[in-house]
């Protein structure tokens, strides 16, 4: 059974850093015999491929060798990976500078830019224009660290993203090179708790309900702004097919005014607009409370029969909607409620 494992990373000197797999023996259990962490279990298949690789450069070093630990460039790959990283820098500052036609000349014309909203953008044209709105919105790189090249003719760095008014936001960047190009960016919350408020602020503006209720704990524990209150995954999708019949509209904004992050999880608020079909239109703040919890994420084969899996994910455990300002007599004022 797999207990853990340890990703290997670039060390600053251009060395790589070691990596570690705990395999242990554990008494079967009749509820779980697999217990896997959603982000473990890619990174454990990486490790593993990487160790295998490893243990061929092994075989073939002849007794007393030392092995060389020190990272080699693919026969495929061009540049330096200094120059590589002024590329990217530039590219990136041209961008934030409101010139998005000299920073796509950086880019393959078939270039993929993957966004931390998971959209998916294709071609300079695409491309260019999504920048040049993001930066009109204000959107800007507050801080960042170097570019670090995780595998061949792949790069990677963190940033601090900011939007006036708006939580700050940290992001994973990988950009892919093919040749003297860039042909992939992939842009992805560093937070995994971050990840999933994304997506039920999506699910929500999309009316798509079960995408939302997936993002939900079992347990889940909902307040409405008028007081209404309804616990269990279940409940919830009857739920929310009735507030959609009473609600003309509720849409909410994808960027979260506040973002915190502990070891137990994370919460997000956002602010949302209410309006019933009886006229009443209400302004709140959603609050979103994900935390860490082992839940059942498939089954597997595992000596001739069937077993459970089971691994660590990330679901909201509690959402609140808070009223702020309610539409009386044609004007905007606080709410009773109003916490």
């Known amino acids: 059974e797999i207990m853990g494992a340890q990703r290997t990373t670039p060390a600053t000197d251009g060395c790589t850093s070691g990596c570690f ?22 990174e454990f298949a990486r490790t593993m491929s990487g160790l295998s690789s490893l243990a061929s450069v092994v075989s073939s070093l002849a007794p007393g060798v030392d092995m060389p630990f020190r990272r080699e460039t693919s026969s495929g790959s061009t540049g330096s990976s200094a120059s590589r990283a002024q590329e990217l820098d530039r590219c990136f500052e041209l961008f934030q500078d409101g010139d998005p036609a000299a920073a796509c000349e950086l880019l393959a014309p078939d270039c993929a830019w993957h966004t931390m909203y998971e959209d998916k953008l294709e071609g300079r044209a695409a491309i260019g224009r999504w920048h040049a709105k993001e930066v009109a919105a204000g959107r800007k790189v507050e801080r ?3 570019w670090v090249e995780v595998e061949p003719d792949v790069y ?3 940033i601090h993203v900011a939007v006036p008014r708006r939580a700050t936001h940290e992001v994973v960047q990988r950009a892919t090179f093919d040749g003297e190009l860039i042909k ?17 602020a999506r699910a929500q503006s999309a009316d798509d309900d079960e995408a939302a209720v997936e993002e939900l704990s079992d347990d889940v524990g909902w307040k409405a702004w008028d007081g209404l209150e309804v616990r269990g995954k279940q409940r919830m999708r009857k739920f929310l097919r009735e507030q959609r019949a009473r609600e ?56 001739g029969r069937q077993r459970r899996c ?24 606080v709410a009773a409620s109003h916490p």
């Not at 089971?310 to 004022?333: D, S």
């Open 21 to 42: 797999a705990f395999l242990t023996p554990r008494r079967p259990s009749r509820r779980c015999d697999v217990l896997v962490d959603e982000e473990a279990s890619t």
């Open 144 to 146: 960042e660290t170097e």
């Open 156 to 158: 990677q760095r963190e």
């Open 184 to 200: 992939e960016v992939v842009c992805e919350p560093k937070h995994p708790a971050l990840r999933v408020a994304l997506r039920f």
């Open 248 to 303: 003309v509209t509720c849409p909410g904004e994808s960027e979260f005014q506040a973002a915190r992050y502990t070891k137990h999880g994370a919460h997000f608020e956002r602010l949302v607009f209410i309006e019933r079909v009886d006229g009443i239109k209400v302004r709140g703040r959603q609050r979103l409370y994900v935390r860490s919890e082992v839940s059942h994420v498939g089954s597997a084969t595992a000596g």
């Open 310 to 333: 089971f691994g660590v994910v990330r679901k909201i455990a509690k959402v609140e909607v808070l009223p702020i300002e309610e539409m009386i007599n044609g004007r905007w004022r």
